[in-house]
């Protein structure tokens, strides 16, 4: 065997050994555990209320959209948990134009942002036992001044995919949270 082909052997068996060293330090996420309560199981304490924006205003729908998206990824389809905690979401979003078309003057691709603050809040003694940021940017273009309601739906898709990653963004700190206990 050439010399390449030793070295090229022992990293193999290095890298090998490592992993087969590391291998019992790490456990699924959402796997039960020996006592019989998982992550999901934590998951489904946590009470969404409402998110606090006047009616009938695009930030309510906003805010419905993000509670629901949340709702899906932390219950899925199951109900009938207590809940021992509550989650207050706060968020304000914005738009700003990154393309100018230099005839026109009209933007031709904007960017669209919600950056959110939340809350965990205990229900039991009203303590609050973690709070966060976060933040999504999406862009989106506009097809021309003519197609207006091009412009409005990609508007929308915007919202509703920067809503969509919110509620990931939440999801994921909420599981890391009950899953380390801290």
């Known amino acids: 065997m050439s010399l390449a082909r030793t070295r090229i052997a022992v990293r193999l068996l290095a890298v090998a050994a490592l992993a087969a060293l590391t291998a019992g330090c790490f456990q699924p996420m959402y796997a039960e555990h020996a006592d ?6 934590k998951l489904l304490t ?7 924006k006047p009616n009938a205003s695009q930030e309510a729908r906003l805010g419905v959209e993000i509670r629901n998206a949340l709702a899906f990824k932390l ?4 109900t009938g948990a207590p809940p021992l905690y509550k989650l207050i ?6 738009r700003s134009s990154l393309i ?3 005839n026109t003057g009209l933007p031709t691709s904007e960017n669209y942002g919600i950056d959110a603050q939340f809350n965990l809040v205990e229900i039991a003694t009203d303590k609050s036992v973690m709070t966060g940021t976060t933040f999504s940017h999406v862009s989106y273009d506009i097809p ?3 197609q207006r309601f ?3 739906r990609a508007i ?3 919202e509703d995919r920067s809503a969509q990653e919110i509620a990931e963004h939440i999801q994921t700190r909420l599981a890391s949270y009950f899953f380390t206990g801290s």
């Not at 219950?75 to 199951?78: D, E, H, R, T, V």
């Open 144 to 146: 021309g001044s003519y």
């Open 36 to 41: 019989g309560t998982g992550l999901r199981d």
């Open 100 to 102: 100018v078309d230099p």
């Open 156 to 158: 929308r898709d915007a």
């Open 89 to 94: 979401i706060r968020f304000s979003s914005s």
């Open 46 to 52: 946590v009470d969404i209320p409402p998110i606090d």
């Open 150 to 152: 091009a412009r409005a």
């Open 75 to 78: 219950y899925g389809n199951a």
